[in-house]
């Protein structure tokens, strides 16, 4: 079974950086296409940012150039380095797994992270 355990979240001022760490056991890693999303309060679950087996990164606009997701296939985990953050990146963080040729979609419990202005 697969499973995703989030790190990392919590209460930073505007401009303030935080690192989310997620990390997966019961499946391998490298073939795993890993992503962060993010749910604020009252507002639909979003992509914020993507990464292939093949090290390929996609990020959302909103977070284009201040935060940066990498993976670490020894470790099997992926990390989202978010700086500069703003009030509206405040959301619940969730990490996801994926690989398509099985159909397998896990997420993990959610990670909280709170900016204030």
């Known amino acids: 079974q697969v499973q995703l355990v989030e790190s990392g979240g919590g209460l930073v001022q505007a401009g303030g950086s935080l690192r989310l760490s997620c990390t997966v056991s019961?499946?391998?890693?490298?073939?795993?296409?890993m992503a962060w999303y993010r749910q604020a309060p009252g507002k639909q679950r979003e992509l914020v940012a993507s990464i292939s087996p093949g090290v390929y990164e996609s990020y959302t606009a909103s977070v284009k150039g201040r935060f940066t997701i990498s993976r670490d296939n020894v470790k099997n985990t992926v990390h989202l380095q978010m700086n500069n953050l703003k009030p509206e990146d405040t959301a619940v963080y969730y990490c996801?797994?994926?690989?398509?040729?099985?159909?397998?979609?896990?997420w993990g419990q959610g990670t909280q992270v709170t900016v204030s202005s």
């Open positions: 996801n797994a994926q690989r398509a040729i099985t159909g397998l979609i896990v």
């Open positions: 019961g499946s391998t890693f490298g073939v795993l296409h």
